[in-house]
């Protein structure tokens, strides 16, 4: 089974990463914020977004998230912790095993690809990891792919059937990296519940709005589509980890990521970025 992760989106430049490697090394208690990660059998999942035309080396729309591609093939550096992932989205899914291939014979370091799509053809899928068999596979399930099947977890079992040979990771985030919060009810455990026994082959993620205070239970401020804000108190995931712990789910399969609440005036924090790892550490020990 391949690791889980803490998952940290959005960084432009290999300097953010080597800055957030030194600062793994502070100590939390006895030991580092390093070692106390590995010591849960999680990795770092960082994640770098690419889309079809930054890969093609044109200009990115949104340059703040979306490096140049010279910048971003050598961001990712190689340690055991770090999943390097880059994240992909494409308005063209005729030519994905080609594009796929092409990023992982142009990014330095690459473990794994997070498809940013909804129900992408499997068979380019296959074709790519008979290629590249050691890059895993996370697949994200965003609100328009829940929408596809009807909003029925039943329906989003039968097609990731489709899609359990040839991928590693499921990862829920119905936010698309505009933060807004996920809603951890009851739905949501069970499908997280029924994953986790349904493919014991995979990780099962999370995201949507995570940050240091929505982990640990405190209150901070979103922002609504509208450009105002409001005060929001996460539960700390506690409900879905306790309800994983008490059940015979795995609680070292379940992954998080986290992109828009850490970022500040749209750039990465690493500041903020220890604290949600900390707190995701306080999480899951």
């Given at each position: ?24 090394s502070r100590k ?100 790519f990891r008979d ?38 990771h499921v990862l ?114």
């Open positions: 089974m391949m690791r889980s992760y803490f998952g940290v989106t959005g960084f432009m430049s290999q300097s953010e990463m080597v800055a957030l490697n030194e600062l793994l939390i208690g006895e030991t580092t914020i390093r070692e106390k990660i590995k010591s849960l059998n999680k990795k770092v999942m960082i994640g770098v977004l690419v889309n079809k035309n930054t890969l093609m080396g044109f200009l990115p729309s949104n340059p703040s998230r979306y490096p140049l591609i010279e910048d971003a093939k050598s961001i990712f550096i190689s340690d055991d912790l770090f999943l390097n992932a880059v994240h992909y989205n494409s308005d063209d899914w005729r030519m994905l095993s080609q594009q796929l291939c092409k990023i992982a014979e142009t990014f330095e370091n690459l473990n794994a690809i997070q498809l940013n799509l909804a129900w992408p053809d499997s068979e380019h899928i296959i074709r290629q590249f068999p050691n890059i895993e596979i996370i697949l994200q399930v965003g609100s328009s792919a829940f929408y596809e099947v009807g909003n029925s977890p039943r329906s989003l079992y039968a097609r990731l059937e489709e899609y359990s040979k040839c991928i590693n829920f985030d119905m936010s698309g990296g505009g933060g807004k919060l996920i809603d951890v009810n009851n739905e949501l455990i069970k499908i997280v519940v029924d994953l986790h026994a349904k493919f014991p082959q995979m990780s099962i993620g999370i995201a949507g709005g995570l940050c240091s205070s929505a982990l640990l239970g405190e209150q901070y401020q979103t922002k609504e589509p509208d450009g105002t804000t409001k005060s929001q108190v996460g539960d700390g995931i506690n409900r879905l980890t306790e309800c994983l712990s008490s059940s015979e789910s795995d609680l070292s399969r379940l992954s998080l990521d986290a992109e828009a609440k850490l970022r500040i005036d749209d750039a990465l924090y690493l500041p903020e970025v220890i604290k949600y790892l900390i707190a995701s550490i306080a999480t899951f020990s």
